[in-house]
DNA sequence: ATAATACGTGCATAAAAACGCATTGTCAAG
DNA sequence: CTTGACAATGCGTTTTTATGCACGTATTAT
């Protein structure tokens, strides 16, 4: 039995039942546990599954809520959104952007914050309902499926509009040299206006988002001011964003 | 059966049920009180549950309240979705107001539905995620954390500028002389605003709703094109409303 | 006030994963 | 045919993770 095949064989079972057991599958298959391991690393790598002790899960559980699929990797975001909560204060006026990342630090911040948040993300919205002292501004337009989020003419000029201390930006692909970029042009123009809109600029960048890029560059790096990650990269890989003036901190 | 799963599990039971037991999770999981203990633990460290001496609940008590009111009547508004929806068409322009009927009814919509829909209602626009035919527009402003819609200068501006073909109203109080009113100032501005860019208005309003009255008027029932209410009510009380020329649906 | 239930912690155990290393098989160049 | 490079696999060892149990403490209920 070939790689691929048992690769095929792993999807398809996975598709079908929903998770699959390393065990099982070493008898299935008939190899080594070992074996069996070192395919569901790589699919994972490849972002094809979602690996988890004994096994392995759909990575996106079907189109279940959105408030479910951002269990994903809990453990690094969590540690990010901790850090990332310590540059909030009082009184401040601060900007989040849409995306898993920066939902969990809205959900970490203090229940008893005054702030203003202004956001384009429905979920962070209805996540900080319950913080009394926030006053929340929805941002209005065209309601983006994927993540959630508004974007087109109006989020744009709506923006334009604030002059926010403080901006979170959930960030995709994070390159020394080509910056900052997405995969869609409509997010490049809402997070370029956020960060035109904003004092200091905070990227929250999980560890497999640097050193990539994307299609539509947002900017340069030098429009960040923080840069927060996850505590296993390797400092020297954090380097080159240290020397551009970046405040790097790793969660 | 995998951390993972029982995460899931426990996390969509609750989303259902409200609140999760750590005894009843242990014995539907098959696994020790101990084992449940830890998941609970692990589920509050993410902000994802709040934890609570034997069990664990949701974690905003604003989004608690929401469901809550989702939970309440749900024979009555499931009856009155499915009747709203038969006014629906395909290509329409559809503005949808905040609430849990009108949420109901967008579940309701086909997942093959064209349509433009425009709402101020940040779940609503949840909902319609995954319907892909269908343009959304979420309209911006400040956030009501009680309701989860906009409200303010800019929804209602905003609303002055789209021409729909079809308002789905979500009604607090309906009086034959005194018109539509509601709870709070901005919703009735808001509502006003949603009467006024619509060619017709349909009302979606359960049983408990007709004849009472709130502080703050919306506008006379000339403004109504249809009124849905439930199967429950008495003929007799309806006949103010059809009298006004409004189309009186039972569902 | 007292019983019953739930909680947290430390510990033991078993399962799973990670790691290094040896073996095997394949392919291509010599 | 041989040989060397290389990927794939399996094995043994160590490390990590998950889970249940025991026990003392806290919380709730009666």
Redesign the pocket.
């Known amino acids: 039995?070939?790689?691929e095949e048992?690769h095929q064989h792993i999807l398809t079972t996975l598709h079908q039942e929903g998770k699959v057991?390393?065990?099982e599958l070493?008898t299935r298959l008939?190899?080594?546990?070992?074996?069996?391991?070192?395919?569901?690393?790589e699919l994972a790598d490849a972002h094809l599954i979602q690996?988890?002790?004994?096994?392995?899960l759909l990575r996106s559980p079907a189109l279940v809520s959105y408030t479910d699929r951002q269990q994903q990797a809990v453990q690094a975001k969590t540690e990010i959104a901790r850090a990332a909560v310590k540059l909030v204060h009082n009184g401040q006026v601060i900007i989040f952007d849409g995306g898993t990342t920066t939902l969990q630090v809205a959900q970490f911040l203090p229940l008893d914050l005054q702030a203003t948040i202004i956001t384009n993300s429905a979920p962070i919205a209805m996540a900080l309902a319950n913080h009394s002292q926030i006053e929340i501004i929805l941002i209005g337009g065209k309601f983006y499926k994927n993540s959630l989020v508004t974007v087109g003419v109006e989020t744009v000029e709506t923006l334009r509009s604030f002059r926010a201390d403080l901006c979170m930006l959930g960030v995709c692909s994070l390159h020394p040299d080509l910056g900052l970029s997405v995969p869609s042009l409509d997010e490049a123009y809402v997070k370029r206006a956020m960060i035109a809109s904003s004092a200091d600029v905070v990227a929250l960048a999980a560890a497999d988002k640097l050193n990539t890029a994307a299609p539509y560059i947002v900017g340069p790096l030098r429009d960040l001011t923080h840069l927060i990650t996850e505590a296993i990269v390797p400092p020297e890989n954090l380097t080159p964003y240290q020397d551009l003036g970046i405040m790097v901190i790793q969660a």
Do not use: Q, W
Not at 30 to 41: A, G, M, P, Y
Not at 51 to 56: C, K, N, T
């Open positions: 039995m070939l790689k048992r057991l390393a065990s070493a008939n190899v080594s546990e070992d074996t069996v391991r070192r395919d569901l690393h690996r988890v002790h004994g096994g392995a």
